[in-house]
């Protein structure tokens, strides 16, 4: 639902995908502002993302329901965690990181980008924790 004043916005979650990402998620757009974006996500039963890493953006991500675990490389640093329901994450900017649904029902959630989005070159292609089935892309190797 859209409001009449352009300088607010507000939106239901779509039922079909805006785009796909490029770590092969289903995105949902939501509202934008100057300093943030916030859209939907979406990992089917049984798939893996691809590995990537932002050049400019952070993220924080919210899992509203689903099961799934996120890989995540910076540096020295790396850690995989469970994606459950009711639990949030951080994407810093250059991390490395992956993601995986490992239930029987789609791994929903809400990710914050800041500042919004700026397009399918964002992402960088970096090599995979876990294997996708689908063919490397180059990036980080």
Known sequence: MTGSNPI????????????????GS???????LRSGSLVHCRLQPGQTSLAVRHRSVEEFWFVLRGRGE??????????????LPGTAHTIPVGTHFQFRNTGSEPLDMVIVTMPPWPGSDEAVRVDDHWPTGRPSEGGDR
Do not use: H, M, N
């Open 70 to 83: 996120l890989w995540r490389r910076q540096g020295a640093q790396e850690a995989t965690v469970p994606l």
């Open 8 to 23: 607010f916005e507000s939106r239901a979650v779509p039922e079909k995908a805006d785009v796909i990402a490029p770590d």
């Open 26 to 32: 289903e995105i949902r757009l939501l509202p934008v």
